[in-house]
């Protein structure tokens, strides 16, 4: 299996900035598609932003002009550049990925999810 691992979160204070990072481990394994989404408490999970092998980025409306999202192959990593940070951010945010793992003799697809960080945005 491809495991990920968020990092990146905290406090921070309205208007400030963080940067999350996704970094994917696992053994023979090409990822094609990177999202980050977020749980806010008493709601759905949502899509923040995503990024394919190729370099399309998409974005959530509530994040366009804020957030980035780009990724280090070498370092098979992810990140999420997150600026003007407002309380409505506040939440759980998890890495998802999906893309081709070999394994017995052929690649096989995979879907995997991060535990989460938590971004708490101070009013």
């Known amino acids: 299996q491809v495991q990920l691992v968020e990092s990146g979160g905290g406090l921070v204070e309205a208007g400030g900035s963080l940067r999350l990072a996704c970094v994917a481990s696992?053994?023979?394994?090409?990822?094609?598609?990177t999202g980050w989404y977020r749980q806010a408490p008493g709601k759905q999970r949502e899509l923040v932003a995503s990024?394919?092998?190729?370099?399309?980025?998409t974005y959530a409306d509530f994040v366009k002009g804020r957030f980035a999202i780009s990724r280090d192959n070498s370092k098979s990593t992810v990140y999420l550049q997150m600026n003007n940070l407002d309380h409505e951010d506040t939440g759980v945010y998890h890495c998802?990925?999906?893309?081709?793992?070999?394994?017995?003799?052929?690649?096989?697809?995979?879907?995997?999810w991060g535990r989460g960080t938590q971004i708490t945005v101070s009013s």
């Open positions: 990024i394919h092998k190729g370099g399309m980025t």
């Open positions: 998802n990925a999906d893309g081709l793992q070999y394994r017995r003799g052929q690649f096989i697809p995979f879907n995997s």
């Open positions: 696992g053994t023979s394994f090409e990822v094609s598609q």
